[in-house]
Nanobody, 121 residues
Framework: QVQLVESGGGSEQPGGSLKLSCAAS????????MAWYRQAPGGQRELVAD???????NYADSVKGRFTISRDNAKNTMYLQMNNLKPEDTAVYYC???????????????WGQGTQVTVSS
């Protein structure tokens, strides 16, 4: 199986920055799309950004120009650089990955446990 571990969450003031990391480990042949989602209290889980294996990226309108998603395929790790944070960015951030485990297997989605990001003054 595959384990995704997020790190880098915490508390920050509006206008500040945080960088999240998501490290994948386990039985991995190839990781296709990786993504960051977030869920605010009382809200639904929403896509923040995703990145393909080749580096193509996609962002939610609410974070465009402020957040940058990246990945290091050699390390099976994804990052989310969050700048100019706003109180509405407060949420639990989850990473996900679409992974092919071995030759001949299908590709499956895996999720991390989530990391809290709180933005307040």
């Amino acid at each position: 199986q595959v384990q995704l571990v997020e790190s880098g969450g915490g508390s920050e003031q509006p206008g500040g920055s945080l960088k999240l990391s998501c490290a994948a480990s386990g039985t991995i042949l190839i990781i296709y799309t990786m993504a960051w989602y977030r869920q605010a209290p009382g809200g639904q889980r929403e896509l923040v950004a995703d990145i393909s294996n080749s580096g193509n990226t996609n962002y939610a309108d609410s974070v465009k120009g402020r957040f940058t998603i990246s990945r290091d395929n050699a390390k099976n790790t994804m990052y989310l650089q969050m700048n100019n944070l706003k109180p509405e960015d407060t949420a639990v951030y989850y990473c996900s990955a679409n992974v092919r485990l071995q030759i001949g297997s299908g590709a499956y989605d895996f999720w991390g446990q989530g990391t809290q990001v709180t933005v307040s003054s």
